[in-house]
């Protein structure tokens, strides 16, 4: 089946630390997507990445960082620097056709908890 | 500014079509209207999505003002799987899907 898996489901971190959040797709996507929702409110973009090697800021990407080495995977950190990260962590792809809309496909999501 | 504004909470009887309203007054000639809804710790789930003309797929149909400051989604037949929060998103160009909060949809048995 094709689609987009995210790992692990739930995520725990000591304040401090690090923390990979993982995103793979089989769908041969070229884009890719990276949205953090908050309790009760809508998605925000962080990342987002058109084609490999190649990504670009979304609106609240302070405190992570992205790479897209490969066209199936978009791996996310959370670093140390990002004040709030609690929340979940939602990934998605498209196909990308320039400025002509497509659907975004998204993942089951990581609930990432900060202890 | 590519916010929309929908109501945050409506509530309708199973079997029973449901209306869903948006209004986006500022929108351009070349910004799509996209529909998400995610049920509850789930990711979002396409809808559906018009320029100018209505739109119908399998899941709702889509009504556009003649002026496009507004769109209603049409649940033909709601179900109880149709409980969800909804979306209405404006998109013009770089395929940014920028969310507000959305409505969230009750059906009662």
């Known amino acids: 089946d094709g689609g987009i898996t995210q790992s692990p489901k739930y995520l725990f971190r000591k304040e401090g630390q690090n923390v990979t959040l993982s995103c793979e797709q089989n769908?041969?996507?070229?884009?890719m997507y990276w949205y953090r929702q908050d309790p009760g409110q809508g998605l925000r973009l962080i990342y987002y990445?058109?084609?490999?090697?190649?990504?670009q800021k979304g609106d609240i990407a302070e405190g992570y960082s992205v790479s897209r080495e490969k066209k199936e995977s978009f791996p996310l950190t959370v670093t140390s620097a990002q004040k709030n990260p609690t929340a979940f962590y939602l990934c998605?792809?498209?196909?990308?056709?320039?400025?002509?809309?497509?659907?975004?496909?998204f993942g089951p999501g990581t609930r990432l908890t900060v202890l | 500014d590519a916010k929309t504004t929908q109501p945050n909470s409506m509530e309708s009887n199973e079997e029973e079509p449901v209306h869903l309203p948006c209004n986006h007054s500022?929108?351009?000639?070349?910004?799509?209207i996209h529909w998400y809804r995610q049920l509850p710790s789930q990711g979002p789930e396409y809808v559906i999505h018009?320029?100018?003309s209505n739109v119908n797929n399998r899941m709702a149909s889509l009504a556009i003002a003649e002026d496009r400051k507004s769109s209603t989604l049409i649940l033909h037949r709601a179900t109880l799987r149709d409980a969800a929060v909804y979306y209405c998103?404006?998109?013009?160009?770089?395929?940014?899907?920028?969310f507000g909060q959305g409505t969230r949809l009750t059906i009662n048995p």
């Open positions: 018009g320029l100018t």
């Open positions: 998605a792809s498209s196909t990308w056709d320039g400025p002509s809309y497509n659907e975004q496909f």
């Open positions: 500022t929108i351009s000639g070349t910004d799509y």
């Open positions: 990445s058109q084609i490999v090697n190649d990504f």
């Open positions: 769908l041969n996507h070229d884009a």
């Open positions: 998103i404006r998109l013009g160009g770089a395929q940014k899907l920028v």
